[in-house]
């Protein structure tokens, strides 16, 4: 029941109407864009505060639930086209995750509405659907620092230079030509991060002088890496389909060279799916001058034990990284079809050398099936590290004889390190 | 601040001190390499040399009161130690906001003109965890906030933000009130200026015209009335006028104000069903909840086309009611009153009239 009489005197002074804009709108901007723009009926100074906040949410609670999915969509159109009509002033963040929405031409609308008001930030990821056509009116938005959009359709004109302020790029599942995806990255002078995903069959030339991170995922043809000098994170992962496996088995590039060849200053690399085979082609051909000085952590996932190439690539990466803390391999959960004795020869060869891994402290080997390649794998890395703390293994659930198999062999193993403690992890 | 500032500034062995002035005048001791961490005041010491003795104290804003300084005090001095883990640091910021939310609020002001931006985005998040899932009057209640909108202003975010069909029949309802409570002011207006005026009391008339039940409603239009006579009369006029000026637009536009006329549209048609029936007997409450929502889309659709003829047909209607009707001794006449003064404020209003009024003519 509400009180019709209020009386000020008695409840005290008003505590946060005064306070600067600064910092209502830090206040508003961490509330959800409903209860944002709730705040206008509160009193009358508070009517129009929510109007100039410079960022926009709209996410899938900012409109009542209903199974029926036309209608929540509905809504939230008019929502994001009414707040917008109301807003005031720059919007330097706008985003619309929400699932219920899928393509409509009020999209347009806000793009260009939002092209006129200094728009920095712009995150779309609508519903599964059909992909929505960005309007040209994107490429108008001079001061964009940072652009994530999801399931649409990318086309920039030819006359387009690039957004000189980027710094972030997030394309998911975005129908944009090969060509446009290059010319793109390298306008944007300042883009810092990159994250291309779910791409079909793309042969990719990255050339970004200030690129930072570097996350790639889907079905890479080819990537070459040509002007990245200031790369320190890298997370890839690559599908294959019959396409790309014809590729790599007539490639004769060294891809480990061009893929890496120009990251001195890499800290983490993440390798997942066909990646450390991608990188394995070509790779005894060439012996490789560069050390990561700066390289921490390697994961290397979905490692084909059976291929000497790609293991010949994990200790080219180690052997190159004399401050690598943490590793992480696991192997691929195929078990080896190969009758014949394994090539342990390879692991007595000159081929690796006798450096020490001096700073490595964490292992962490998962799906392993106990075969003889893993096992000296693990064998080499216990003697060569003098502070090795943790080395943590987790076999594959596939075949229970051979953990046994393997446990024996590693209480055989010397071990370098005083402190070192191998875990075995047994469900 | 650069490394070699703070090595110039700050000797080796001792621990240096500034000299903090807080709003009430008094003057306090600070470890440096604390205070330094606020930059309002490593800007002070650095660039201005302020702060080394008591004489040159820096003198912080206004908002930063001893107890404020001393609370930011402890802030800095947790955080400021490099070696804590994120998680010690989140697990004090956790505590250090549960205060009161007078001090918080106090404490964000202070934060803000030390220009200590994370003491600011803690203190804002709290604040914003407070604000957020509750009703405005809790909201109201916590920062005493006065509640000093108009009813009309506070529906306008609702309308404006949600179409949901419930917040639509909600308007439609809020509309009729309002045009109630209009209608009311007007009413007041009236009665003041004419002598000679209907004798039914203002209250009998306005149920009566909107076919609306006794009690409720009864007990409501009073309250109301209350209510309007205490509010900013200025604020009531002006709203009016900006509507009146509005409906002015909007009939020679032959435009339509959706939801607001639509609702007049449906009391009008209310009573016109109940003109019909039997004279003005009170019909009950028009109840927008009930109606399912097949009848309810046709009776939009009803319902606008009738007000798209009505406000077409407003211009010829308004020349007949001028030149006719002076002798009318009913409650029309009343409204002819209405007509002459106001005309431009009650289109929709006076066109249904002069249809009631044609109506009963064509009978007599």
């Known amino acids: 029941m509400r009180r019709v009489i209020r009386m000020v005197d008695v409840m005290g002074p008003d505590l946060i109407s005064d306070l600067p804009q600064s910092i209502i709108e830090s206040i508003l901007v961490k509330l959800p864009i409903t209860d944002a723009v709730r705040t206008s009926i509160l009193s009358s100074k508070w009517r129009y505060k929510w109007a100039s906040i410079t960022q926009l949410v709209f996410d899938d609670k900012c409109v009542p639930f209903s199974n029926d999915r036309e209608i929540v969509e509905r809504s939230v159109v008019k929502f994001i086209t009414r707040a917008l009509f109301l807003h005031q002033g720059p919007i330097h963040k706008f985003q619309i995750s929400n699932s219920m929405l899928q393509s409509c031409p009020e999209i347009d609308q806000w793009i260009l509405f939002l092209s006129r008001n200094d728009i920095k930030e712009l995150v779309m990821e609508i519903g599964e659907g059909e992909f929505f056509r960005i309007p040209s009116s994107l490429f108008n938005c001079r001061k964009l620092t940072r652009l994530e959009l999801s399931r649409c359709e990318l086309d920039p004109p030819h006359s387009f230079k690039g957004f000189v302020c980027l710094r972030s790029l997030n394309l998911h599942q975005v129908l944009i030509s090969p060509d446009a995806v290059e010319s793109l990255i390298s306008r944007c002078p300042l883009l810092e991060s990159l994250s291309l995903s779910y791409f079909d069959n793309l042969a990719l030339t990255i050339s970004a002088p200030n690129l930072k991170y570097l996350y790639l995922e889907g079905e890479f043809k080819d990537i070459c890496l040509e002007d990245t000098p200031l790369l320190v994170e890298i997370s890839i992962a690559m599908y294959m389909t019959d396409d790309i496996a014809e590729h790599f088995e007539q490639s004769s590039n060294c891809n480990f060279l061009k893929f890496l060849g120009g990251v001195p200053n890499l800290e983490k690399l993440v390798g997942l799916i066909y990646f450390t085979k991608y990188l394995s082609i070509g790779i005894d051909s060439v012996h490789l001058p560069i050390m990561y000085h700066n390289l921490e952590t390697i994961e290397l996932h979905q490692v084909n034990f059976e291929d000497t190439k790609e293991i010949l690539v994990i200790l080219r990466m180690i052997t190159s990284s004399p401050n690598l803390k943490e590793l992480h391999i696991s192997g691929s959960s195929n078990i080896p079809i190969a009758a014949d004795a394994p090539d342990l020869d390879f692991w007595e060869k000159g081929c690796l050398s006798d450096s020490s891994l001096n700073r490595l402290k964490t292992v962490k080997l998962s799906e392993m099936g106990g075969w003889p390649h893993e096992l000296e794998f693990i064998k080499y890395l216990l003697c060569r590290s003098p502070v090795l703390e943790t080395l943590s293994i987790i076999p594959c659930v596939f075949d229970m004889g051979n953990n046994l198999k393997m446990l024996i062999e590693l209480v055989k193993c010397r071990r370098a390190s005083s402190r070192g403690e191998v875990i075995f992890i047994h469900e | ?364």
């Open chain 2, 1 to 364: 601040m650069s490394e070699t500032d703070l090595a110039v500034i700050k000797p080796e062995m001792m621990k240096p001190y500034v000299w903090l002035q807080t709003s009430d005048d008094s003057i306090q001791q600070v470890e440096q390499e604390i205070a330094m961490f606020c930059p309002l005041i490593c800007q002070e010491i650095i660039q201005k040399g302020m702060g080394s003795s008591k004489n040159c104290a820096i003198c912080l804003p206004q908002q930063v009161s001893p107890a404020m300084l001393s609370l930011i005090l402890d802030y800095c001095r947790f955080h400021q130690v490099p070696g804590r883990s994120n998680k010690e640091r989140k697990s004090y910021d956790e505590k250090f906001v549960r205060i009161d939310t007078e001090r918080l609020c106090e404490l964000t002001s202070a934060a803000d003109s030390l220009q200590l931006k994370p003491l600011v985005d803690l203190t804002s998040r709290a604040l914003a965890r407070i604000i957020e899932g509750k009703t405005p009057e809790e909201i109201r209640d916590i920062f005493h906030l006065p509640d000093d909108l108009t009813e009309e202003e506070k529906l306008e975010p609702l309308r404006n933000i949600t179409a949901d069909p419930r917040i639509r029949l909600l308007n439609r309802l809020y509309a009729k009130k309002r045009k109630e409570l209009k209608e009311r002011e007007r009413l007041k207006n009236v009665e003041v200026e004419e002598e000679h005026v209907d004798d039914r009391s203002v209250d009998d008339l306005l149920s009566f015209i909107n076919g609306n039940d006794g009690d409720p409603k009864g007990v409501k239009t009073s309250k109301n009335k209350k209510k309007n006579r205490r509010k900013k009369e200025q604020q009531k006029n002006s709203s009016l006028k900006e509507a009146s000026e509005l409906n002015k637009k909007e009939v020679n536009g032959h435009d339509i104000r959706h939801q607001s006329s639509e609702a007049e549209i449906i009391s009008e048609t209310s009573y016109l069903h109940c003109a019909e029936d039997d004279g003005f007997t009170s019909k009950p409450e028009f109840d927008d909840d009930e109606i399912d929502p097949a009848l309810k889309e046709k009776i939009d659709r009803e319902v606008e086309d009738f007000a798209r003829r009505l406000n077409s047909d407003w211009p010829e209607r308004m020349q007949e009611l001028l030149s006719s009707g002076q002798e009318r001794k009913t409650v029309f006449f009343t409204a002819d009153g209405f007509i002459r003064r106001h005309a431009c404020m009650i289109s929709p209003f006076v066109t249904v009239f002069s249809l009631i009024h044609h109506v009963f003519r064509a009978e007599c």
